[in-house]
T-cell receptor, first 118, second 112 residues
Framework: ETGVTQTPRHLVMGMTNKKSLKCEQH?????MYWYKQSAKKPLELMFV???????ENNSVPSRFSPECPNSSHLFLHLHTLQPEDSALYLC?????????????????FGDGTRLSIL | GQNIDQPTEMTATEGAIVQINCTYQ??????LFWYQQHAGEAPTFLSY????GLEEKGRFSSFLSRSKGYSYLLLKELQMKDSASYLC?????????????FGRGTQLTVWP
């Protein structure tokens, strides 16, 4: 139990479907992150929210749409995805987005959603 | 950008010691993390280094040399449960603060 819960754990969807991934953290953190993990590739940062405000969009296609209604919840809305979007999507949280004085805050990850696009 | 390099795979036997290396190139280094990720599970935090030297935590130790852009994770008294992917990640003052740049991970297999 990492304190970060992601649902669903597995998702299979067609390219025309719309679905959402959910992340909830119970750690009292204020920063939340979405990452994409593909086979044989490094973890790729997608979005960062700090105190509910989006602070980073790492050139992610618009078919991925994040939402952060409060510091404990983060969503990733998906529509018209492509086969290359099949991957493990990981959510993470940290106390707050790091500053020069506290860059040592580790990020706590959820178990991820394994997404397969047909 | 950041170049983070670590071996793809390593194998070792139970009870042995293994060292997983990580080299990085970044203009504004601000810390290095090691994470462990078992298949199908979340990456979990192992260690953080920002100053040169060795940080020891039980069976795991992490070393950093900033001048060489080099770190290693040392695992002692290996156990079967240590079979996992080990991820090296760095933070950079020049980018969004707190952003982590990950290597591809080193898949460690521990044999009985």
């Amino acid at each position: 139990e990492t304190g970060v819960t992601q649902t669903p754990r597995h998702l299979v969807m067609g390219m025309t479907n719309k679905k959402s991934l959910k992340c909830e953290q119970h750690l009292g953190h204020n920063a939340m992150y979405w990452y994409k993990q593909s086979a044989k590739k490094p973890l790729e940062l997608m979005f960062v929210y700090n105190f509910k405000e989006q602070t980073e969009n790492n050139s992610v296609p618009s078919r991925f749409s994040p939402e952060c209604p409060n510091s404990s919840h983060l969503f990733l809305h998906l529509h018209t995805l492509q086969p290359e979007d099949s991957a493990l999507y990981l959510c993470a949280s940290s106390l707050r987005q790091g500053t020069l004085g506290d860059s040592n805050q580790p990020q706590h990850f959820g178990d991820g959603t394994r997404l397969s696009i047909l | 950008g950041q170049n983070i390099d670590q071996p793809t795979e390593m194998t070792a036997t139970e009870g042995a010691i293994v060292q997983i290396n990580c080299t990085y190139q970044t203009s504004g280094f601000n810390g290095l993390f090691w994470y462990q990720q078992h298949a199908g599970e979340a990456p979990t935090f192992l260690s953080y280094n920002v100053l040169d030297g060795l940080e020891e935590k039980g069976r795991f130790s992490s070393f950093l040399s900033r001048s060489k852009g080099y770190s290693y994770l040392l695992l002692k008294e290996l156990q079967m449960k240590d079979s996992a992917s080990y991820l090296c990640a760095v933070t950079d003052r020049g980018s969004t603060l707190g952003r982590l740049y990950f290597g591809r991970g080193t898949q460690l297999t521990v044999w009985p």
